[in-house]
């Protein structure tokens, strides 16, 4: 039989008893306004819920929330948990999203298309192309379908809202995937927005931030991996996308010596 669960709300214990934790909350923009354009509502939002957060344990947050890459940095900031246990949802819909697209316009069942899209999860992110392949299909031929596919990819959450008020359903599963692959259920390998390591961060010419590039869940570990097997367009790409974010970052309105009234800025 299926264990019974109790939904509780604005539970602060219980948010702090967390072993993991979904981070949804964020203001709603306008129809066909960037997800930027709530940076700085989101961002004072997420310090309000996790600045003065005293966990009993080292919980696992996975933000959802928009823009996810400046969140996921500021979750991190905020709740003073390690890098590693701050992991956004990023381009992993975006992906989902691309290689359906590419289904669709090359007349091929899905499960002949694998494609990966890293960087920001909005406008500049950066469909993978030296990563895609469609079986039996030469890409070098069609790059009009290519251009039509990404395009529809970034239009997508603006079409959806169009009909449905807000995209949900998608990105659930994109979270839920990510508990399963934390609880060991399985392992995956997906582009996630996360806290980019040394290596990486080198690589895009940047400081400290959270953007989306290759990861692997297993056992409750989180690997980023390399970066290095992009072709040199697509570095030049990543950086263009994780300057956007590192533009909207804002990071000194929020320097922990600085005296900030959050309340003002919701």
């Known amino acids: ?60 947050i996975i933000v959802i929330s928009n823009p996810v890459d400046v969140i996921t940095y500021h979750t991190w900031k905020a709740s003073g948990l390690p890098a590693n246990h701050i992991i956004g949802t990023g381009t ?14 090359f007349q091929v069942p899905l499960t002949k298309v694998r494609s990966l899209v890293l960087g920001e999860h909005g406008r500049s992110a950066v469909p ?27 239009e997508a959450a603006y079409t959806i809202r169009k009909t449905q008020g807000a995209t949900m359903f998608g990105v659930a599963t994109c979270g839920i995937e990510i508990l399963k692959a934390l609880l060991g259920e399985l392992n995956i390998e997906a582009p996630l927005s996360v806290i980019l390591n040394d290596k990486n961060r080198v690589k895009i010419e940047q400081g400290t931030l959270a953007l989306s590039v290759p990861t692997r869940i297993e056992q409750n570990q989180l690997i980023q991996h390399s970066l290095d097997s992009l072709c040199i367009n697509e570095i030049e790409q990543l950086r263009a996308s994780a300057k956007v974010i590192a533009e909207h970052l804002q990071v ?3 320097d922990e010596s600085a005296a900030i009234d959050l309340a003002a800025l919701l």
């Open 1 to 60: 039989l299926e264990k019974r669960h109790e939904l509780s709300w604005n539970d602060e214990y219980l948010l702090e008893q967390s072993d993991f934790v979904f981070h949804t909350a964020g203001p709603y923009f306008e129809l066909g306004a960037s997800r930027l354009s709530v940076a700085s509502e989101s961002i004072a939002l997420t310090y309000k819920i996790f600045g003065n957060l005293g966990f009993e344990k080292t919980p696992y």
């Open 252 to 254: 000194n309105m929020y």
């Open 92 to 105: 992993l819909l975006d992906t989902i999203r691309f290689e359906y697209y590419l289904a669709a316009h």
């Open 128 to 154: 993978i192309l030296s990563h895609t392949h469609i079986e039996g299909v030469d890409l070098s031929h069609h790059k009009g379908l290519l251009e039509k596919a990404q395009e529809d990819m970034v």
